[in-house]
Structures are given as structure tokens and as C-alpha cells.
């Protein structure tokens, strides 16, 4: 059946998709025995408005027509019936998850469970909807009450155990049951875009490299896959071979932000500034652009001297108000300023990166000289003192929010937050 749409252009609802109800036993099991709730003709039992067939097609006509509330009422209908046919849930069930109503696929996947102990997806399906509203506990526990089954299933439950643990934070865990759903099925896509960002967390980008290029190399219509390669990549030191990972996703999914982010990036690192500059406008010029993206653009334009101050603070501005604790969006604005010779407010930017950060070495340097040069010599001094004892331990800063919230938009069931 496959629940991935091509047409889907929010990257909440793609990246959904992809990394769960995508599943070959589902797309096998439900397109063989759902399909008549869309492509059978009615019968007269049909035509009962309240029949619980009716009913299912009333949701789905609902959400496809972003009616949620009429799709809630007839919900609440179909419930109230009793011994209703498993497969017929789990189709209401994936079209719920479909719309992001995870809660009430949640609601109707346990019913399912709880009226058809023996059925696999069912408890599958409400571990999925469980994990995407992140409530772990919950989610573990429906994985566990699974029915132990075929070892297509089996494959599966490793998948998803894993995702549980590495959300816990059960690291040991999350890597042997990754490692043993990529080893099952190493052709899933999610499977190797999971254990792929998995080494990612971890900084082993050697292994995320080896496993995404197998995913890929079985998946290379996946923008998803050639996203987390082009991310191992660039964390490696592969800036070139980056660019043109991410080029090839971009041929897949023009309008796909974090892949234009991470080339942006890329040519960036390597010091091709305009084109980088040239890649993030045209970024700027999608319907959904990254938050971060706004940075990138903003800084590059500071780092190529561009005088349109205005255009580069109100990028900032939109990028701190979707970037969580951006001290580097702070950093960017204060270099703005202090162009248009306002110390004070640079001064400000400065104090809100290092409340934002206070190991930011560069904020900190910056802010003992803008300090001095408005006569606060102690303050210099302390702004001083506190770079001297960090500078030591001075990061990438840059590098790591970006990848940061690049792991983020391929591995948040959410998704990531995008500028209003």
C-alpha cells in the first residue's frame, strides 16, 4: 500500500511516513485485506449509514476534506459498535495517523488490540502512534504485548524496540536492535536511515557512512537516505562529496529544505561562499524554508560584507524565534549591529548568547571589547576572564546546532519547527 506520498510537501508528515507506518508487513497485509473500503463498489449493506463501513468511508472522506470534527464524530460512532472487522480499524487507524491525529490512532488501534489480542499490527500500529506522541512508557508496552509472529515481524519488532530504547536513552539497547533490523532487512529504508542517524548521535560517522551508502544504493529514489549520507558525509570531512549527495536529493525533491540546508552548508564549510549564499537564497525562496536556513544566509551575507543590514536582522529575527537558544543567531545580530554602529543593542545580542550559552567562547570575547569600548572596564574584564577559561574547550558551534536540528527534522516524528 505504502503510505508515503510524493505529493506530501510537509516534512512532519513525510518523515511520519517513512519512518513508520511504511512498513512492508503493513503495506502487504492491509492493502490485501482493507481494499475494499475504497475500491469495492457498495453493496446494499452498504448503503446503511451507519454501518460500520459507511462509517469508516465517512472518516476518511472527513479528513481528506480537513473536516476534523466530523471525522471525530463519526469516530466516536464506529467505536460504539461492537465486534468490529480488525482490518477495517486498522485502515481507519493509518488514515487518523495519516492527519497527524495520533491520539485517536492510538484510540483505535488499542480497541483493536484489545478485540483482537492475536493481530500483529495492531499492537505494532499503537506502538507507532504511541511513539509519535512521544509517550515512550506507552509505547514500549504495546511493542511488548505484540503476539510473537513471523520473522518479517519479528524483523520489525527489533526495528521499533530499538527507536523506544534510543529515545530512552538506552543506548546499548537501541544499537543491538537497530543493528539487528538493518542486518534482517538491510534493503528498509528506514531501517538504514534509523541506524544511519543512530551512528550519527553517536559521532561514528564512519559506520553511519557505510550504512546509509547501503541504503541508498537499495533505496536511490530516497531524498531521506541521500539527506542523512549527505549529513554523514559533511560531519567527516567530505564537504565535496556532500554537495553532490545533496544535489542528487534535490533532483529527487526540489523543494526539499534540509536538503537545500545542508548543501548550503557544505559549500560553506569549504569556503565557496557565494554559491553558498546564491544556494540559500534560492532555499529562502521555498514555501516552507528551514529556520536555519535563515541563519546561514544572514551569516553568510556578514561574512561577504553585504550592507542590507535590514534583510539580515529580520532573517536573524526569524530565526531566533524558531531556533531554539540560538546564541549564534545572537552572535550574528551583534555583528549587525555593530556595523550600524549601535553597541549598545550589539552589547544586548552579546548578553543573550551568553545567557543563552555561557561556555560561547566567541560571544564572550566579543562582549569584553564592545565592553571596553563603551567605558565598562570591569565588565571587560569579567567578559574577559570568562573567555580565557573556556576558549580552551571551544567547539564548532555552527557545525553542531546544525546538526543537530538536521537529526532532528530526519528522526522527530514531529517534525521540525518552521518560521511563521
Sequence with gaps: MGLKGRACRSVATAIFSLITLDLPLLASGLAASVSHLSLAAPTIQDQDVSSPVSLAREIQAALTEGEVDRARDCLRKLLDRPQLDPDLLLRVGVALARSELYAEASE???????????????????????????????AAAALEASP????????????????????????????????????????????????????????????????????????????FLLLGLSLSQLLSGQQVESVETSRKALKLEPDFPPAQLLMVYALYSDGKLE??????????????????????????????????????????AIAN?????????????????????????????LEAAVRANPSFSDAWYRLAILYRSVGRSEDASRAREQFQRIKANKDDQETEMLRNGLVQTLSDPQGPTQPP
Aim: proline residues 6%.
Design 108 to 138: 483505535v488501534f488499542a480497541r483493536c488490540a484489545k478485540d483482537h489480542p492475536e493481530n500483529f499490527e495492531a499492537h505494532y500500529n499503537l506502538a507507532l502512534a504511541e511513539f509519535a506522541q512521544q509517550k515512550l512508557p506507552e
Design 148 to 223: 510473537h509472529g513471523s520473522p518479517q515481524e519479528e524483523i520489525a519488532r527489533s526495528y521499533l524496540r530499538g527507536k523506544i530504547e534510543a529515545a530512552l536513552g538506552k543506548t546499548s539497547k537501541a544499537q543491538r536492535d537497530l543493528e539487528a533490523a538493518f542486518a534482517g532487512a538491510p534493503r528498509e529504508e528506514n531501517y538504514a536511515l534509523d541506524l544511519g542517524l543512530f551512528y550519527v548521535r553517536q559521532r561514528d560517522y564512519r559506520r553511519a557512512t557505510q550504512v546509509l551508502e547501503r541504503g541508498v544504493n537499495a533505496n536511490p529514489q530516497s531524498p
Design 275 to 316: 554559491d553558498a549564499e546564491r544556494v540559500a537564497a534560492q532555499g529562502l525562496a521555498l514555501p516552507r524554508p528551514s529556520p536555519y536556513l535563515y541563519y546561514l544566509h544572514a551569516a553568510l551575507s556578514l561574512k561577504r560584507q553585504s550592507r542590507e543590514y535590514d534583510r539580515i536582522l529580520e532573517e536573524l
Design 321 to 349: 524565534r524558531t531556533i531554539p537558544h540560538c546564541s549564534l543567531c545572537y552572535l550574528a545580530q551583534s555583528k549587525a549591529h555593530e556595523a550600524l554602529r549601535d553597541n549598545q543593542a550589539a552589547i544586548a545580542d
